[in-house]
């Protein structure tokens, strides 16, 4: 009987044990915890499931819920909005690796000691077998729609290759068939940044300092990529921050900052004060190894056998995931799929602030009827 036939309060953090987990690379968990989140009710007939996957950072949290926190995509998501939650059951899941509620590094061992820097390498398609062992117990067996934004593109794309048969229909936005050497060498200049801190101990900093200064740093690195050159032009010119003076020695500590220097310290200081550097690592590590097609051929081939739908939308300013790999992902899809541009100056975050603009393709393609 399906976990969720008696209807539970929306937006609360659940786990569930799924078991061991062998992984792609060769790594092996021996107990598999993963958090989720649901709104909504799942229909008698098991029909009307829908899987929000998020991004990099994201939590769980992709809505409002009984808390009346606010969600990431509650433009997107909630009662009478494109995914009414009236209708269909939504599910978001923290990826394998995670840290808000999943198995990951900053988790226990059998032993009861921090995972540490012997947490093994997960790929996400390990976090795609993962989740599709929630599925069974949530009595899931096909999925109305799968969709997500960038890591969460990532992993709708890969659930429709993994489990060609659980995928009804999938939207992929900002994001692309495999990770492109830009977009890997970005991630590498991220993960130095959190190594090279010297609290970072080899990732085993648990009972002591954590590498803040190297999470901050990798956040700098990674928040110039999801904004376009425009927006921080628009926002902050070179004009200096209140009240410093920015023509210092560049030698001091004690400089004045410019502006959009005190935007991206306030940007490293949000993510360091929730996030964790390993699990940092470990989600990068994996948006860096992301292509669809390994070991199954091309793109096309990758995806022969599903009967899903999809949708593919690209933010028009982004300069992490051009749009024209979106039109490359489309033309290599089995079935002829246009692609949905997002306008929007911002850049590559238009997928988080932005999103309403592809409501109409969701609700004509997808969300018309449950």
């Avoid at 809505?63 to 494109?82: I, Q």
């Avoid at 992929?172 to 993960?191: D, H, K, P, R, Y």
Wanted: net charge negative; charged share 20%.
């Amino acid at each position: 009987m399906p976990q969720h036939s008696v209807p539970v309060r929306d937006g609360v953090l659940r786990h569930a044990r799924i078991g061991s987990l062998d992984l792609e690379t060769g790594g092996h968990l021996p107990a598999v915890s993963l958090a989720y989140e649901t709104w909504g009710s799942l229909n008698a007939d098991a029909t009307n499931a829908v899987l929000v996957a998020h991004a990099l950072t994201g939590s769980t949290h992709v809505a409002r819920g009984s808390s009346g926190e606010d969600g990431w995509w509650d433009a997107l998501v909630g009662p009478g909005k494109t995914v009414d939650t009236d209708r269909f059951f939504v599910v978001s899941i923290n990826m394998l690796g995670g840290c808000y509620g999943s198995t990951g590094p900053s988790s226990v061992d059998p032993q009861g000691l921090p995972w540490g820097s012997r947490f093994p390498f997960v790929t996400v398609r390990d976090s795609v077998r993962a989740e599709a062992r929630l599925a069974d117990q949530l009595g899931i067996r096909t999925w109305h729609t799968v969709l997500g934004g960038s890591l969460g593109g990532a992993r709708a794309l890969e659930w429709a290759a993994t489990e060609p048969g659980r995928v009804q229909r999938c939207a992929v936005i900002a994001c692309t068939a495999a990770s492109s050497a830009e977009q890997i060498a970005f991630g590498q200049a991220q993960l130095e940044a959190i190594r090279l801190d010297p609290d970072f101990n080899g990732g085993d900093y648990y009972n002591g300092r954590a590498p803040v200064a190297g999470l901050g740093l990798a956040r700098r690195i990674a928040h110039i990529t999801y904004r376009s050159e425009a927006e921080l032009e628009y926002r902050f010119k070179n004009d200096p921050q209140v009240q410093e003076d920015p023509l210092g020695s560049a030698l001091s500590a004690a400089r004045g900052r410019y502006a959009v220097e005190s935007y991206l310290d306030h940007q490293a200081h949000k993510l360091a004060g929730r996030f964790d550097a390993n699990s940092y690592l470990l989600l990068t590590g994996a948006l860096m190894s992301h292509d669809v097609a390994r070991g199954r051929g091309t793109v096309r081939q990758a995806l022969a056998e599903t009967g899903t739908e999809f949708l593919i939308a690209a933010v028009d300013s982004d300069r992490l995931y051009f749009p024209r790999q979106s039109y490359d992902l489309a033309a290599a899809l089995p079935h002829k799929t246009d692609v949905h541009m997002i306008s929007a100056p911002i850049g590559h975050d238009g997928f988080l602030t932005d999103v309403e603009q592809i409501g109409v393709p969701l609700r004509e393609r997808f969300f018309g009827s449950a």
